[in-house]
């Protein structure tokens, strides 16, 4: 069983294969649940004309905000701009490509891409510019709009737990985007707290099977807080 080994011992090894030009589908909400160093290891590559398929685009210097610093995202797709000024400038500016998405119509073309379901009908968004040259059929009386599904070259996720074979077990809010964007990639990319050996994973507590995931490497997180909000 050595040849179903996903683990890799560094960053470089982890995304291996990124090109100018590549879709990635990344898991997190915010700054929740991101994985951070794939991020930075991107951003160490300096890859350009990225198409970015995720909740929102990080914050300024982290997260999925510091590949706006030398741009190198030429598209996002997202269902918010969030805390990212960088983000909200460029969007204004035309500087990149936004595609604004529902929340759970985003969650769903991820989902639907893993299955390998290539459009679904959703009544959200109809009636509003998101639905504009879009596909329109009734049913039971109630109008849809058609979607594409979302798939990428690359899915990069944060888990709390995985074993050697990439089974992956997520934590709390982490199960944001996160198990949809594991399935959506042609290679899923996962940044885990721990590594664990085959068999110590309760089996009915495995969010994303191994079969859709080609690497793990175990990370450390600064779990940067988006917005600190105290008592007086």
């Not at 290891?41 to 997260?63: E, R």
């Not at 798939?151 to 050697?164: H, L, P, S």
């Not at 944001?176 to 707290?193: C, D, L, Q, R």
Request: with cysteine.
């Amino acid at each position: 069983m050595a040849g179903f080994d996903k683990v890799v011992y560094s960053y470089e090894a982890a995304m291996e294969g990124l090109k100018d030009g590549d879709t990635i589908i990344a898991g997190g909400f915010g700054l929740c649940g991101i994985p951070e160093g794939l991020i930075k290891q991107i951003k160490h590559m300096q890859t350009k004309d990225l198409t970015v398929v995720s909740n929102n685009c990080g914050v300024d210097d982290f997260g999925l905000g510091i590949l706006l610093q030398d741009k190198q995202i030429k598209k996002v797709v997202a269902s918010y701009v969030g805390e990212n000024a960088l983000f909200e400038q460029q969007l204004l500016s035309g500087e990149i490509d936004v595609e604004l998405t529902p929340q759970g119509t985003l969650a769903e073309k991820m989902r639907a891409g893993g299955a390998g379901i290539p459009a679904f009908y959703t009544a959200t968004g109809y009636g509003t510019p998101v639905a504009q040259g879009k596909d329109v059929k009734e049913f039971n009386g109630r109008p849809y709009i058609l979607e594409e599904s979302i798939t990428g070259e690359f899915a990069i996720v944060k888990a709390w737990k995985a074993d050697r074979f990439g089974n992956l077990v997520f934590r709390h809010t982490a199960m944001n985007f996160n198990p949809m964007a594991a399935t959506a990639g042609k290679i899923t990319v996962a940044e885990v707290e721990e590594i664990v050996e085959p068999g110590e994973l309760e089996p009915s507590q495995i969010h994303t099977p191994g079969i859709f995931v080609n690497r793990v490497i175990k990370g450390s997180f600064e779990k940067r807080i988006e917005r600190v909000t105290t008592r007086d």
